[in-house]
């Protein structure tokens, strides 16, 4: 197998796919892959639950199958989780270049981003008209929803003008959860107010109610950098299907948030945090992972549909959590966590279920404040940047999405005949 | 059944996952070769000449048309749910009179859902008790959407009504007629399943991940709004309306031919023949308008049918439900902004059917792309 001509990631190894006849070899399922071109057709190998289908070539991100490395747009995302910027990143993702390449267009793009958190107020008021105790999943869906309202009149084209709302949209799925938080702790609404913090730190503000504090900032850029985009997740893949029909944006990420915390998902982390919190101290935590383990459940945080290995993000998620948690006083807690990692990691390991993303990034939102319900919500924000990047780049040459399948069922039959055909 | 069913193992698939097998299916089966539409081994023609729509998602979700005391027991569910929770309706004051009737829909069912009377819980049991309330609560609140756009207050339902008949006095505010009633049912039968298209993929993704029958049915409804899909029943009336009679439609279709023009409603990814759908409603629709003394908007169909399945035809492209439905619709009464509404209460019937045979042992969707930066 070799490799041609890598042009915008020389670092990368690249798998082979062979192109010219258009059939590609055998692929370990749902991973991104890598080509020089992609014509259609394609021919692959298919399992269940489409493990090994193509569903579209991207520009947007690359998976290493190999390493499990991930890049935006060829740039590592190491290097970016270095110096995190979840706006900057958030532009990257979405026009595909790099914010020194052009500071005139990253400049309007982060007022854009920034002034898009300006939300009606009657779309506030709907969200604070639900119970408080409502999943913050259900509120941000109809919160969104009722925005698309605001965004596209009946006496628009239904597929409206479609590209500058996208951009708005990251902005305004911030800004809804934020007033979720708001909500859920008693708190007023902002009001609408013209911000100029980020997105990161308006958010730590909507949780604590305070100015946060600096390295609180970096840590929540860092997690929603290393959460913005990773291949063709469950509600990114569902909104690209929902944008082939050119339906209005907001209805494609209405669509992506009720794909976002299916148990099979993870609930996103929720799950995680839920397991953690109810240990009381690092020896019950190991007990509690044997009997889990040895009565056939399994461990949140572990295990991935496509990863037969360490998610290289939990290295740096796995330090950062360790030194947030001494900061805030909660290094027991840390303990704990680590504690459930090794002796999870013990059992499973062999049979090849690996620690993922979440176990570490729903500790730390829980560090920065949030309560386990909310995990899935400050998830959503950073995989809005991925998203809209993947569906925008879609709709060039876009197809609507309509596989087939195989009819099983009953046989030409007919009322007249008592069901019988 | 779906998810578990050997896939052959390599298969040849072009953009948009044209012509992959996802997997298995009993509910329905399309031969877009010979014009064939049948739910569980029943034709659609013989489904809308002889049964009603509450048989026909009997039939779609649980495999077999109910006997007596079944389709009883299931309209009583039904009936059951048709109040949906008070706060849906409150959310309309917080959103534009005129935004769109499908983004109106939409958000009150995002409301609903978070006032479901049940705990959380996505068990098989838990998922097989949500179909009936989907259907009364979508219906009601779409009611609700379609008068709140002409500026009107709900209407409370009327129990003695089937389906389409409560339907259509909650849009209408007064009992539609048995000829508007009989015409509006076809049309939900006949578009109550169509296998596995984008909307319905949709739900099968949302679904797979462990989500909710609601989830996945607002995903489907998602992709319905689009103008390719769900929408086209509007687009394709609205320019019906804007042709000034046969003549018109005659000289502006084949120049339209002409130039490549697609024409909304006409041409179908799975149909190469005329859709039968067309041919269950084509009557209804005749019947219908010359009732209402709109017989100028048959004749131009008509018209503009003949010329472009003559011009097209041989490629393929015929009439497809979505330039029917309109004609249906118009003269009941329904605006043409509210179209892809009936389309989306009647089709959902087949997004659950799919999901409810995809859960008990369906993998969770992961498919891949393949990074050409």
């Not at chain 1, 692929?27 to 394609?42: I, K, N, Y």
């Not at chain 1, 959860?177 to 609404?189: F, L, M, N, P, T």
């Not at chain 1, 504690?339 to 059992?347: F, G, K, L, P, V």
């Not at chain 2, 048309?65 to 749910?81: C, K, V, Y």
Request: hydrophobic share 40%; charged share 20%; net charge negative.
């Amino acid at each position: 197998m070799i490799c041609h001509g890598c042009r915008n990631a020389p670092r990368f190894r690249c798998i082979l796919l062979q192109v010219p006849d258009r059939v590609f070899p055998t692929l370990s399922p749902g991973f991104d892959w890598r080509a020089d071109s992609l014509d259609w057709p394609v021919t692959t190998d298919v399992g269940p639950g489409l493990a090994g289908v193509i569903a579209t070539g991207t520009r947007v991100m690359w998976l290493d199958p190999s390493s499990g490395r991930l890049a935006y747009r060829g740039v590592p995302v190491a290097s970016l989780a270095a110096a995190p910027d979840f706006e900057r990143v958030a532009f990257l993702l979405i026009t595909g270049m790099a914010s020194e390449e052009d500071s005139q267009s990253w400049e309007r793009f982060r007022h854009n981003l920034r002034s898009s958190r300006r939300l009606p107020p009657d779309v506030v008021a709907l969200v604070r008209d639900l119970d408080p105790t409502t999943h913050p999943t259900r509120s941000l869906r109809a919160g969104i929803s009722a925005l698309g309202c605001h965004e596209l009149s009946v006496d628009d084209d239904i597929s409206g003008d479609r590209h500058w709302r996208e951009l708005r949209i990251v902005g305004q799925v911030a800004a809804l959860v934020g007033e979720i938080v708001r909500h859920r702790r008693g708190a007023a609404a902002a009001g609408g107010c013209e911000s100029e913090g980020s997105l990161a730190e308006e958010l730590l503000c909507a949780i604590s109610g305070c100015t946060p504090e600096r390295d609180d900032i970096r840590t929540l850029d860092l997690l929603w950098v290393l959460y913005a985009a990773h291949g063709l997740d469950a509600p990114t893949f569902t909104s690209m299907v929902v944008a082939s029909c050119l339906a209005d944006p907001y209805t494609n990420v209405v669509a992506g948030l009720s794909a976002l915390r299916g148990w099979r998902q993870g609930g996103a982390g929720e799950a995680v945090l839920d397991q953690l919190l109810d240990r009381s101290d690092p020896g019950e935590a190991e007990k509690w992972v044997r009997e889990k383990l040895a009565s056939g459940s399994s461990i949140a945080g572990f295990g991935h549909p496509d990863y037969r290995m360490p998610d290289p993000r939990v290295v740096i998620l796995r330090q950062t959590a360790a030194s947030l948690a001494s900061r805030k006083g909660r290094g027991e807690l840390f303990e704990i966590a680590r504690t459930i990692e090794q002796a999870a990691t013990r059992e499973l390991a062999p049979r090849g279920v690996h620690i993922n993303v979440n176990f570490y990034g729903a500790l730390l939102f829980h560090l920065l404040g949030a309560d386990p319900p909310l995990a899935p919500c400050l998830i959503a924000i950073a995989r809005m940047a991925g998203l809209v990047a993947l569906v925008r780049e879609g709709l060039d040459g876009i197809r609507l999405y309509r596989p087939l399948s195989r009819y099983v069922g009953a046989a030409p039959r007919s009322i007249d005949r008592g069901g019988q055909p | 059944m779906i998810g578990s069913a050997p896939v052959d193992a390599r298969q040849t698939y072009g953009r948009g996952l044209e012509s992959l097998v996802v997997g298995d299916t009993a509910i329905s089966t399309i031969d877009g070769n010979r014009g064939r539409l049948a739910y569980r081994g029943y034709d659609v023609e013989e489904l809308a000449a002889r049964v009603t729509f509450e048989e026909v998602t009997y039939l779609v979700l649980f495999g077999d048309l109910p006997d007596a005391s079944q389709l009883e027991e299931w309209r009583r569910e039904q009936i059951r749910w048709r109040q949906p929770p008070q706060a849906a309706f409150d959310a309309l004051r917080r959103v534009p009179t005129r935004s769109h009737p499908m983004t109106q829909y939409r958000t009150m069912l995002t409301v609903a859902a978070c006032h479901i009377p049940e705990p959380e819980n996505n068990e098989m049991d838990a998922q097989w008790r949500r179909p009936a309330r989907i259907l009364s609560w979508t219906a009601a609140l779409a009611a609700a959407a379609i008068r709140h756009l002409q500026g009107l207050e709900p209407v409370p339902p009327d129990h003695g009504l089937g389906f389409a008949a409560n339907f259509l006095f909650q849009v209408l505010g007064s009992r539609p007629s048995p000829e508007e009633e009989r015409a509006f049912d076809a049309s939900l039968i006949v578009q109550a399943e169509h296998g596995l298209h984008a909307a319905a993929f949709a739900a099968l993704v949302v679904i797979s991940t462990g989500a909710d029958l609601g989830s996945a049915v607002l995903a489907g409804m998602g992709a319905l709004s689009g103008e390719r899909h769900g929408g086209a029943n509007q687009l394709a009336f609205q320019m019906l309306a804007g042709l000034d009679g046969p003549d018109h439609a005659r000289i502006w279709a084949r120049e339209a031919v002409a130039r490549g023009h697609r024409f909304p409603g006409f041409g179908h990814r799975v149909y190469k023949c005329p859709d039968p759908r067309v041919r269950v409603l084509e009557p209804h629709a005749r019947a219908l308008l010359a009732s209402h003394y709109r017989e100028d908007l048959w004749h131009s169909y008509l018209a503009l049918r003949d010329e472009v399945e003559s011009a097209l035809g041989p490629k393929g492209v015929h009439a497809n439900v979505d330039s029917i439905t309109g004609l249906v619709y118009h003269p009941i009464g329904l605006p043409p902004s509210a179209f892809p509404i009936p389309f989306s209460l009647a089709i959902q019937t087949g997004w659950m059917a799919h999901c409810l045979e995809y859960l008990p042992d369906g993998k969770m969707m992961s498919p891949g792309a393949v990074y050409v930066g």
